[in-house]
């Protein structure tokens, strides 16, 4: 039997506003066990990227407990909880957050920094070829297509051979030929025995993932 990837167990997070307390998660419980792939989706606002951010060790719930890998993130000590980020939580985003005046290598390798790693410039380079950025590794990310960026963000989540996959809105800004990119990796990754939770408006994108969470005003459907 799988073993829990990622574990929301009674999940609240809540914002004070002018208008009141305002849920943006509320008592959320679900499994992704290793090998899952699991789509979230629902309106603007409902908690999506809230959830991920949770999931991902960025951002503390109110209620409830997170547990990614068989380990709280937030039950560790700041320094230590961003050692376990880097080790075992790869995030791939719709803006792609690289850095612009770094080339594609150096963006691939910058994980490498907050956690290094013995052979991290060979994986880098494998991870070059796969993803076919070989003519376009010492260009800046400036310089890329939107395809090339989203390649080269995939290629740094997985640098450190984290055992998450957290992605939001990945192929938002992205043409049929790289997004089709993005859900095979997606996807084989979780083949491999890793966890994989996306955000995704785009119910094609969901239909690649095994199971759909449905959110609304904060809670599941």
């Keep these: 039997m799988a073993k829990p990837g990622i574990e929301i167990r009674e999940v609240g997070k809540y914002y ?24 979230v989706q629902g309106p ?17 719930p109110d209620a ?55 052979g991290a410039r060979k994986r880098a380079d494998m991870l070059i070829e796969r993803f076919n950025l070989r003519d376009r590794a010492g260009h800046r990310s400036s310089e890329l297509s939107t395809g090339e960026r989203q390649r080269t963000a995939l290629a740094r989540a997985l640098l450190n051979e984290p055992r998450v996959l957290l992605a939001d809105e990945p192929t938002g800004n992205l043409d049929r030929d790289n997004a089709a990119v993005v859900l095979e990796t997606l996807s084989g990754f979780a083949s491999s025995g890793g966890t994989v939770l996306m955000v995704t408006h785009d119910d094609a994108v969901a239909g690649a993932a095994h199971r759909i969470i449905r959110l609304r005003d904060g809670r599941m459907e």
């Design 64 to 118: 409830g407990t997170v547990v990614v890998a068989g380990a709280d993130p937030y039950a560790l000590a700041s320094d230590a909880r961003a050692r376990f980020r880097a080790e075992t939580v790869g995030f791939v985003f719709q803006q792609f957050h690289l850095v612009p005046y770094l080339t594609v290598r150096d963006n691939i390798l910058a994980p490498a920094g907050a956690l290094p790693r013995e």
């Design 44 to 60: 603007s606002g409902c908690g999506k990227t809230t959830l991920l951010l949770a999931a991902g060790g960025l951002l503390a």
């Design 16 to 39: 004070r506003t002018a208008r009141g307390t305002v849920a943006a998660l509320h008592d959320l419980t679900f499994v992704v066990e290793e090998g899952g792939f699991a789509a």
